[in-house]
């Protein structure tokens, strides 16, 4: 039994791929907008996130004080209870 090491073998460099977006302009459009819009989501994301956390109160979360939970909760028990 040897204590070294055999080297791997080199995969080497992967096979570019032809994306449509690469050869058709208006593919390549669409892809910029659809980028574009998932970047635009990301900040939109932040800045709630960051209005959030900054200027809702704590007790807005429980369920005594919060109607949206409420609705969600009775919506759930709607469901179930028509899944039976």
Request: net charge positive.
């Amino acid at each position: 039994m040897s204590n070294q090491l055999e080297p791997l073998a080199d995969p080497g460099v992967p096979v570019a791929t032809v994306r449509r977006a690469d050869i058709d302009p208006i593919a390549a459009k669409r892809a910029e907008r659809q980028v574009a819009l998932l970047f635009s989501l990301s900040g939109l994301g932040t800045l709630l996130f960051i209005y959030s956390f900054f200027f809702i109160k704590d007790n807005v979360l429980t369920i005594k004080n919060d109607r949206i939970l409420k609705i969600k909760y009775l919506f759930l028990k709607i469901v179930a209870l028509n899944s039976k």
